[in-house]
C-alpha cells in the first residue's frame, strides 16, 4: 500500500473536511488522485487550479503526506485572509523593534515550515510588492527576516494555490511572470464538484456518518427525492458547501431518515445560469457599478460609493477579479516601466479606471 492510499483509507474517521476531497471515484477525481501520486516523491513546487470549496488544501495535505517530508511539519498560509501590511512579517518574521508593537523577534513561516511543506492558499491575492521577496525565498530557499540583514536558509517545499486566472493576471501585470512560472512547475486543475455527480453520493454519505456521530444520532438512509435533488444540484460552493448542507440536514433531522430542506436547493438552482461561481457573480455585479458610473470608482458617486465599499477594497476586488476597462485609442497613455512602477500604479494601469479624489 502507498502512502497515499494509506493517507486515503485513513480519511475516513475524520471530519475537519480532509476527507471530502478524496472520496470518489469518478474520472476527473482519479485523474487528480493520479498525479498527486505522480508529484508527491517530486518535491517540485505544484500549483493547484480550482473554484473555491473544490478542496484545495486537502489535495496540498494529499501531496505533503506523500512526500519524503512527510514526517515534518505542512503549515498553510491564507495569502487573501491576513492584511497586506502583516503579511511579510507572517511569511519571513521579524527581529525586535523591527516596527511598532515588535516587542520580540519571531520566526516566519518559512522557518516555521523548514524541511516541510508550506502550503500558500489564494496565492493570487500576494501583495505585487511581496513578490520579488517570495520568489527569492521559493528560488533560493533564503531570506531576511524585518529588521534584519542576516540571511536565514531553509530547505521547504512551496504548494500553492488559486481559484483566479493567473495567466490573465501576468499579462495585466498584476502577478510577475517570473514567480508564476516558478510556482506553476506542477500545475493540477481540481474539478468543480458539478463535474463530479458520480461522486455525490459518496459524500453525501460519508458527510452524514460524520455529522451524525457528532450530533450523537442514528440516521440510517437518504430518501431517493434527496438524493435526486442532491445530485442535480449545481453546487457553486462545490465541496464547502455539501458539506454545509449536510450538516444542516443532519440537524434538522430527528429519525432515522434524513430530512433535507430540498427547497433551498430548488430555489437556489440554476442550471442554464452563465455565472457558476460566486465570483462570477461579484465580477458582474462591479461591472454593472463601474457602467453606471462612467467608470469613476472615488468619490460619492463613484462606483465605490454605489457598492458601500471602500475605494482600496474595490480596486482591491477588481484586480483579483480581473477586471479592466478596454482601452481606446484615445485612453492610452505610455505606461511607468514595469520595475518603476509602484504597486497602486501597476492597479490603476492594469484596470483603466478613473479615481475621483
Not at 115 to 127: K, S, V
Request: charged residues 25%; contains cysteine; hydrophobic residues 40%.
Amino acid at each position: 500500500m502507498t502512502v497515499l492510499e494509506a493517507h486515503r483509507d485513513s480519511l475516513g474517521q475524520a471530519l475537519d473536511g480532509t476527507p471530502s476531497s478524496l472520496i470518489g471515484s469518478s474520472a476527473e477525481f482519479k485523474a487528480v488522485l493520479e498525479a498527486v501520486g505522480t508529484v508527491g516523491p517530486a518535491d517540485c513546487a505544484v500549483l493547484l487550479r480550482g473554484e473555491t470549496g473544490t478542496g484545495k488544501e486537502v489535495i496540498a495535505r494529499a501531496i505533503h503526506e506523500g512526500s519524503p517530508r512527510r514526517q515534518q511539519r505542512f503549515l498553510a498560509v491564507n495569502c487573501a485572509a491576513i492584511p497586506e501590511a502583516l503579511l511579510e512579517s507572517e511569511l519571513f518574521g521579524y527581529e525586535r523593534g523591527a516596527f511598532t508593537g515588535a516587542m520580540a523577534s519571531r520566526i516566519g513561516r518559512f522557518q516555521a515550515a523548514d524541511r516541510g511543506t508550506l502550503f500558500l492558499d489564494e496565492i493570487g491575492d500576494l501583495p505585487l510588492e511581496l513578490q520579488p521577496k517570495l520568489l527569492r525565498a521559493i528560488q533560493e530557499q533564503e531570506f531576511e527576516r524585518l529588521g534584519s540583514s542576516q540571511t536565514t536558509r531553509v530547505d521547504v517545499r512551496i504548494v500553492a494555490a488559486t481559484n483566479q486566472n493567473i495567466e490573465q493576471m501576468v499579462a495585466d501585470r498584476q502577478f510577475r511572470s517570473d514567480l508564476y512560472y516558478r510556482l506553476n512547475v506542477f500545475p493540477i486543475k481540481l474539478p468543480p464538484l458539478r463535474k463530479r455527480a458520480d461522486d455525490i453520493p459518496l459524500l453525501v454519505e460519508h458527510f452524514l456518518r460524520a455529522f451524525a456521530c457528532r450530533q450523537g444520532k442514528s440516521i440510517k438512509h437518504v430518501p431517493d427525492d434527496v438524493m435526486s435533488a442532491i445530485v442535480k444540484y449545481d453546487w457553486p460552493g462545490n465541496i464547502r458547501e455539501l458539506q454545509n448542507f449536510i450538516e444542516r440536514s443532519v440537524l434538522l433531522t430527528t429519525g432515522p431518515e434524513l430530512r433535507a430542506p430540498i427547497a433551498d436547493l430548488s430555489h437556489q438552482a440554476v442550471p442554464n445560469c452563465t455565472s457558476r461561481t460566486l465570483a462570477d457573480a461579484n465580477r458582474r455585479h462591479i461591472m454593472e457599478a463601474l457602467r453606471e458610473t462612467s467608470w469613476v470608482v472615488g468619490g460619492p458617486n463613484g462606483a465605490a460609493a454605489k457598492l458601500g465599499l471602500k475605494r482600496t477594497t474595490l480596486i482591491k476586488k477588481m484586480r483579483n477579479l480581473g477586471i479592466f476597462k478596454e482601452k481606446t485609442k484615445a485612453s492610452v497613455r505610455p505606461s511607468t516601466p514595469y520595475r518603476n512602477r509602484t504597486p497602486v500604479e501597476a492597479t490603476f494601469e492594469a484596470t483603466g479606471h478613473h479615481c475621483a479624489e
